[in-house]
């Protein structure tokens, strides 16, 4: 059984489109003014063979021997499972599978078997220059025929006399880049999650209000029950999570608006809240503070971890429901 399609596609897009490639010029490269004099202990097809056959295995240890000094180290300060993503790129699988080395017409072919699929990739000739070299890998496509292919062209560059993967087509592999652009990305895929929680805890305040005739008194009171049945105090509107007050890596805080009025059950069921999120560590969980009122407003801004308020600008997923 074949990859799948994205899975196949995927080195065409990771020489393309991933963070962390950059277009370069040979003169701009770090490390590749000639090595005259040093032996060369591996030949570059066999050291790209190592570094798939590492990534299809996902040993993360062995893959970072196979590059540049200063790409291993910044890949191995990397999160796991950002190690672990790119591994599955240059394998083109998702799960740990086992490599078959093979030749075809006198070049290597490193085949990667992981959970019934397999992926399979097809070297090319080499070409030397001096202290790179280049080699195209074909990846067959189109069932059991393999009519069609693509194809990505991989180099590497001689560091202490050993051949290191430095680029995937016309990009040079930056890690250190690849390892920010990630963390900017992941910034704010958990501020988006932010904004949906706060929503939530709304959606609960309102449904609280409509059942009880009143908003309560703390986030705690929304949790579900420890035992029994739901109550004011045990409402059963959130996960226990979320009615701590403190959840992917922000602090909420919740507040009561009084509304006008001399009877006080009616002022009960007209009291708006705000509510506020706030980065627990600021610049690792999150950079924005968050700030949503009742009637659905969602405010923003960077204020290097302080609270957001009504005075702050609107976001820009302002009244985009999740």
């Not at 652009?181 to 609280?208: C, M, P």
């Amino acid at each position: 059984m074949g990859v799948t399609g994205a899975l196949l596609a995927a080195m065409s897009v990771l020489s393309l489109t991933a963070p962390g490639f950059v277009a370069y010029g040979f003169a701009a490269q770090r490390g590749a003014a000639p090595q005259r004099g040093v032996p060369t202990v591996s030949d570059p097809s066999q050291a790209l063979g190592d570094a798939l056959t590492a990534a299809c295995r996902q040993e993360q240890t062995a893959f970072a021997s196979h590059l540049t000094s200063d790409n291993a180290q910044a890949y191995r300060a990397l999160p796991e499972e950002q190690r672990l993503a790119m591994l599955r790129r240059f394998a083109l699988l998702e799960d740990t599978g086992k490599p078959l080395l093979s030749a075809l017409d006198g070049h290597t072919v490193v085949r990667c078997e992981a959970s019934g699929m397999t992926s399979e990739m097809r070297f090319g000739p080499t070409e030397v220059h001096e202290n790179l070299a280049f080699i195209a890998v074909t990846v067959p496509q189109g069932g059991p025929n393999r009519v069609e292919s693509q194809s990505v062209r991989f180099g590497l560059i001689r560091e202490s006399g050993e051949w290191k993967v430095l680029s995937v087509g016309l990009l040079l592999l930056d890690i250190p880049a690849m390892a920010r652009e990630w963390e900017a990305g992941d910034l704010q895929s958990r501020e988006k999650n932010i904004v949906n929680a706060l929503r939530t805890i709304a959606r609960a305040l309102k449904s609280y209000q409509t059942a009880y005739g009143k908003l309560p008194e703390g986030l705690d009171e929304l949790g579900p029950p420890e035992q029994g049945g739901i109550s004011p105090e045990s409402a059963g509107l959130l996960d226990p999570d979320l009615a701590t007050g403190a959840w992917g890596g922000y602090e909420f805080r919740y507040s009561i608006v009084p509304a006008g009025g001399e009877d006080e059950s009616e002022r009960d069921k007209a009291a708006g809240f705000t509510l506020a999120a706030t980065p627990i560590k600021y610049g690792k969980d999150g950079r924005l503070s968050f700030f949503l009122d009742a009637s659905g407003t969602l405010r923003s801004a960077d204020k290097n971890g302080a609270v957001a308020t009504a005075d702050d600008q609107r976001d820009a997923r302002d009244g985009l429901q999740p």
